[in-house]
């Protein structure tokens, strides 16, 4: 799958659970098929369609998360065009993750939003609602530190297609 020729402004971006859901899938890179990695222990629901973008990788070496914000869920693995408009930090067992966090470019209720600040409050206290309680019940933490812009959320992106580009050819050169 493409990332797409305006990465990193927009995106093809693979959705792996549709926001509403309590279901934590996982693609399953060898066969291509997804996995059903666990159900939600806590009472709560993804509040926005949630993903990854192909050909990137994000610090912890999985490709890049997304959640892209759309009026409607989507079903599992299908491919949204996706803008970022920022980026939440967080700490998951005390180790750094980066959602980016985007709008379904293709979705006319979204498609004007360019800034996650422009977003109504309570649409950003909901993600951080959500990252800070759907793990509790397993005795995890995740720790939300902050949001950015659009700009910093672009930065990742595009360091994460770089790492995934750089291990591509750092394994065919050992190939």
Not at 5 to 21: K, M, R
Not at 68 to 79: F, G, K, N, R
Request: proline share 6%.
């Amino acid at each position: 799958m493409d990332v797409g020729t305006d990465a990193p402004d927009v995106f093809n971006s693979i959705i792996e659970i549709p926001q509403g859901g309590k279901v934590k899938y996982e693609l399953d890179k060898e066969i291509g098929m997804l996995r059903v990695d666990r159900m939600l222990y806590s009472s709560v629901v993804y509040p926005a369609n949630y993903g990854f973008i192909p050909k990137s990788y994000a610090d912890d070496g999985d490709p890049l998360d997304v959640l892209v914000l759309a009026q409607e869920a989507v079903d599992p693995l299908s491919i949204l065009r996706a803008r970022p408009i920022g980026m939440m930090s967080m700490l998951d067992d005390n180790e750094k993750d980066a959602k980016i966090i985007c709008i379904h470019v293709d979705d006319p209720a979204f498609n004007d939003y360019w800034h996650s600040k422009e977003l109504p409050d309570h649409r950003l206290r909901e993600l951080r609602r959500f990252f800070q309680d759907y793990k509790a019940l397993e005795d995890k933490t995740v720790r939300v530190q902050d949001f950015f812009g659009p700009d910093r959320a672009k930065d990742v992106v595009e360091e994460a297609l770089e790492r995934y580009e750089e291990e591509v050819a750092s394994n065919q050169e050992d190939a």
